[in-house]
């Protein structure tokens, strides 16, 4: 699917592996609906020397709680007067929103999993980035399918695609640490949709992929310890680094210019597995 003038919408734009997305298609033509509960930072730009007010242009924010069905709704209506306005149809929904609260399933003092840290979890992670999906899924299947065009004949576009759903699992889908009990859940969860999503998707020509990183460059890791790091690194296979935002933001532009990639979940990960524990 050609990224240039369609609109995408990422939960949690404004920082991370959704920041850097949000860079990556900015800097292919395609115009950003933001969903977070911050504003993108203003260094966000188009690297190929695009004025401040063409970028203005392709790129809204909306203060959004991912958690608030109402919030979520007010920032999809947004989003459709937005695109309809610019001209340029949407193309995807990209849910990068996400928390880990680790916690136990039970605790040194034989206390159970806080209910409220599962049920947060839950609603960031999963129930977040369903809402999201589908409450913009009636939209994207409205749009017209994408085909060659006389002036282009791109045969890429001869499939009649209208646009693409993208989730943000993790590598503790399938290794979860301790404590990650919630966290492994709800992104389990995310995979396990993602095939039964795009079935239910292909009689209108909407494609349905996750990703799950493994250990990559993040606030959390920033503060790990030397040696903690130093451990992990030593479990890494290649390349010996972190993932970094930007890994993730070109596998997510793959898989929008990839038509034939679709209910499937991809490991970003270097070829590591997550270790028993840090």
């Excluded at 969903?35 to 203060?63: M, T, W």
């Excluded at 839950?122 to 065009?149: I, K, W």
Aim: proline share 6%; hydrophobic share 35%.
């Amino acid at each position: 699917m050609r990224i240039s003038r369609r609109t995408f919408v990422i939960s949690g734009g404004s920082s991370g592996l959704g920041l850097a997305t949000a860079q990556n298609l900015l800097e292919a033509g395609a115009y950003i609906s933001v969903l977070d509960l911050n504003p993108p930072p203003e260094q966000l730009h188009i690297q190929s020397g695009s004025s401040c007010q063409e970028y203005n242009a392709r790129v809204k924010y909306f203060e959004t709680d991912i958690t608030s069905l109402s919030d979520i709704e007010r920032a999809v209506a947004g989003t459709v007067q937005w695109f309809k306005d610019s001209g340029a149809p949407l193309g995807g929904v990209i849910n990068c929103a996400g928390v880990g609260l680790p916690s136990k399933i039970l605790d040194y003092k034989k206390e159970p999993h806080p209910l409220d840290r599962w049920e947060f979890v839950m609603a960031v992670n999963l129930t977040g980035s369903f809402n999201l999906t589908r409450l913009c899924l009636p939209h994207l299947a409205s749009v017209e399918p994408e085909l060659p065009t006389e002036e282009t004949r791109d045969t890429s576009s001869a499939d009649g695609e209208r646009g693409v759903v993208v989730f943000a699992s993790s590598a503790a889908a399938y290794e979860g640490q301790p404590g990650q009990t919630s966290y492994s859940a709800s992104k389990g969860a995310l995979v396990s949709m993602t095939l039964p999503m795009a079935r239910d998707l292909a009689d209108y020509g909407i494609r349905v992929v996750a990703i799950a990183p493994s250990m990559f460059e993040s606030p959390m890791t920033d503060k790990m310890k030397p040696k903690v790091r130093e451990s992990l690194r030593k479990e890494l296979v290649f390349p010996k680094r972190f993932g970094r935002p930007q890994d993730f933001a070109q596998t997510v532009r793959w898989i929008i210019e990839c038509a034939y990639i679709n209910g499937e979940t991809i490991r970003l990960n270097g070829g590591t597995r997550m270790p028993y524990k840090l």
